[in-house]
């Protein structure tokens, strides 16, 4: 084979595989970075869909990796006074009792190293409440999941659950079942074992026994649910 040839051959393999080498590297600088940005999610059912056993199960596998997590429960709920308890029977401590003027994003401020923070009954927080936590999870970097009802015995919407409707990255259903085996939708509330269709959103003990319960379209509108 001809000398000059294979110098011409030799130097445009190099230059061929230095050409290579740049683009590569060029490739690299230019690469982009993955960023995962913490989200807010809220997990919605309605009465018996077990929201608070999925939140205890949920702080279980947070830190049987060594994560840390943060309970947060709204201060109306008086149900289990400082814990959350689910129908099974299991419990959690509650880490921030939060009433309606608490600023949630200057009280989890206190805590450090939080991977997770987790919101029982979130329908019961104020829609500024709700802001805070979205502002926990996208300026402080810390996921928040909350768990809570779409909707009142009357079919009208919490505001702590329409702000989540309006801002949560997330947002997923707990399926649950009625009585005649279709599925539950509607949340009903029985004062002295009768459904009843009227009254505050929030009702307060008074001596009455107050029973919350759900059921599908059909039987709520049966009941005497107004739609």
Same mark, same amino acid.
């Given at each position: 084979?001809?000398r000059?040839?294979?110098?011409?051959?030799?130097?445009?393999?190099?230059?061929?595989?230095?050409?290579?080498?740049?683009?590569?590297?060029?490739?690299l600088?230019?690469c982009?970075?993955?960023?995962?940005?913490?989200?807010?999610?809220?997990?919605?059912?309605?009465?018996?869909?077990?929201?608070?056993?999925?939140?205890?199960?949920?702080?279980?596998?947070?830190?049987?990796?060594?994560?840390?997590?943060?309970?947060?429960k709204?201060?109306?709920?008086?149900?289990?006074?400082?814990?959350?308890?689910?129908?099974?029977?299991?419990?959690?401590?509650?880490?921030?009792?939060?009433?309606?003027?608490?600023?949630?994003?200057?009280?989890?401020?206190?805590?450090?190293?939080?991977?997770?923070?987790l919101?029982?009954?979130?329908?019961?927080?104020?829609?500024?409440?709700?802001?805070?936590?979205?502002?926990?999870?996208?300026?402080?970097?810390?996921s928040?999941?909350?768990?809570?009802?779409?909707?009142?015995?009357q #079919?009208?919407? +919490?505001p &702590? $659950?329409?702000?989540? *409707?309006?801002?949560?990255?997330?947002?997923e !259903?707990?399926? #649950?079942?009625? +009585?005649? &085996? $279709?599925?539950?939708? *509607?949340?009903?509330?029985?004062?002295?074992g !009768?459904?009843?269709?009227?009254?505050?959103q929030?009702?307060?003990?008074?001596?009455?026994?107050?029973?919350?319960?759900?059921?599908?379209?059909?039987?709520?509108?049966?009941?005497?649910?107004?739609?």
């Open positions: 084979m001809n000059n040839y294979l110098r011409i051959y030799f130097a445009n393999s190099f230059a061929t595989k230095e050409k290579a080498q740049r683009s590569d590297r060029k490739k600088w230019f982009p970075i993955l960023i995962v940005m913490a989200k807010i999610h809220f997990k919605y059912g309605a009465m018996n869909s077990g929201k608070s056993d999925t939140l205890i199960k949920t702080a279980y596998n947070y830190e049987e990796r060594g994560l840390k997590v943060l309970v947060i709204p201060g109306v709920d008086t149900k289990g006074d400082n814990k959350v308890v689910a129908r099974g029977g299991h419990e959690r401590n509650v880490d921030i009792l939060a009433h309606s003027e608490l600023d949630l994003e200057k009280e989890v401020a206190k805590y450090s190293n939080l991977a997770c923070i919101v029982d009954e979130a329908q019961f927080l104020t829609q500024k409440q709700i802001s805070q936590l979205f502002k926990l999870a996208k300026q402080h970097d810390i928040v999941i909350c768990y809570g009802l779409r909707a009142d015995f #079919t009208q919407l +919490f &702590g $659950s329409e702000r989540l *409707f309006e801002i949560a990255d997330n947002i !259903k707990l399926p #649950t079942m009625c +009585f005649c &085996g $279709s599925q539950a939708e *509607f949340n009903t509330r029985k004062v002295n !009768k459904y009843v269709f009227k009254g505050d929030v009702a307060i003990e008074n001596g009455d026994d107050i029973v919350y319960d759900s059921l599908c379209g059909k039987c709520y509108v049966r009941e005497g649910g107004s739609i």
